[in-house]
T-cell receptor, first 113, second 113 residues
Framework: GDSVTQMEGPVTLSEEAFLTINCTYT??????LFWYVQYPGEGLQLLLK?????DKGSNKGFEATYRKETTSFHLEKGSVQVSDSAVYFC????????????FGTGTSLTVIP | DVKVTQSSRYLVKRTGEKVFLECVQD?????MFWYRQDPGLGLRLIYF???????EKGDIPEGYSVSREKKERFSLILESASTNQTSMYLC????????????FGEGSWLTVV
């Protein structure tokens, strides 16, 4: 079945460091891919998305490219800030399952000054 | 902006009590979902609904039921709360169109004592 695997955390970085959070997926067909962010005590918010192969999603300095050949959607940011501390979820939606989303287990990021 | 509102942010209930978690969305979305979120397990789908009075079991429906009498409202019911249902509960919705974003409420923290 469809699934998403993302790197386990927690991840701790110093401010201005480079961030990569790996995400790979298993799916038939052509899913859309997403990164969601959850700040402490809140629900999940969309960070970025890509709907087809080679698309790059970007937002707030974060980027991720939909790589069909490697079934990956890694999240990157060139210079993290303390305010980026949150839990990040990779997700996919498979169109032939009635808009059911599949989420990774989440990666906790802490950025220290 | 899409708004998904969960009626209670924090609840404390006793074992055996009947618990209602209410969720309302204001964007006329077709699909609504209930997830629970636990450390190390990510988001797990409890139930979802494609339309009024329709419901489908997710991955962990045991001990839960749902009600969708109106399009904008999706309720999660714990018939007899147990301590292993202590968790963060997230409601979400999506439009009917394929590949769209899923929108989350802020979450309800339920503690069963």
């Amino acid at each position: 079945g469809d699934s998403v695997t993302q790197m386990e955390g927690p991840v701790t970085l110093s401010e201005e460091a480079f961030l990569t959070i790996n995400c790979t997926y298993t799916a038939t067909g052509y899913p859309s891919l997403f990164w969601y962010v959850q700040y402490p005590g809140e629900g999940l918010q969309l960070l970025l998305k890509a709907t087809k192969a080679d698309d790059k999603g970007s937002n707030k300095g974060f980027e991720a490219t939909y790589r069909k050949e490697t079934t990956s959607f890694h999240l990157e940011k060139g210079s993290v800030q303390v305010s980026d501390s949150a839990v990040y979820f990779c997700a996919l939606i498979q169109r032939n399952t009635g808009n059911q989303f599949y989420f990774g287990t989440g990666t906790s990021l802490t950025v220290i000054p | 902006d899409v708004k998904v509102t969960q009626s209670s942010r924090y609840l404390v209930k006793r074992t055996g009590e009947k618990v209602f978690l209410e969720c309302v969305q204001d964007m006329d979305h077709e699909n609504m979902f209930w997830y629970r979120q636990d450390p190390g397990l990510g988001l797990r789908l409890i139930y979802f609904s494609y339309d009024v009075k329709m419901k489908e079991k997710g991955d962990i429906p045991e001990g839960y039921s749902v009600s969708r009498e109106k399009k904008e409202r999706f309720s999660l019911i714990l018939e007899s709360a147990s301590t292993n249902q202590t968790s963060m509960y997230l409601c979400a919705s999506t439009p009917g169109a394929e590949g769209n974003t899923i929108y989350f409420g802020e979450g309800s923290w339920l503690t069963v004592v």
